[in-house]
């Protein structure tokens, strides 16, 4: 699986601003802030994993604001 490490690359995999504004249910101008953030709203991290997911991507639960598990962590590295 491919792993993403940035909310923009996040955003680029699933196909811009304008579709995770869509996804996410947000305003295309919000969205496009989320490029220079370091994480994304916690409330759009089920609907963006998912997404992902179904894309055979994944991001670490950090970009949006997530504590992750030591065992995560480690099988990352």
Same mark, same amino acid.
């Given at each position: 699986m491919n792993?993403? !490490?940035s909310t923009t690359e996040v955003m680029d995999a699933l196909g811009g601003t304008s579709a995770v504004a869509k996804l996410t249910g947000r305003k295309v101008s919000a969205? !496009?802030?989320w490029h220079s953030f370091a994480a994304f709203p916690a409330n759009t991290f089920l609907v963006m994993q998912a997404a992902l997911g179904?894309?055979?991507l994944e991001a670490p639960a950090s970009l949006w604001g997530m504590v992750e598990c030591a065992a995560d962590l480690?099988?990352?590295s």
């Open positions: 792993r993403l !490490s969205a !496009s802030n179904a894309k055979g480690e099988s990352a």
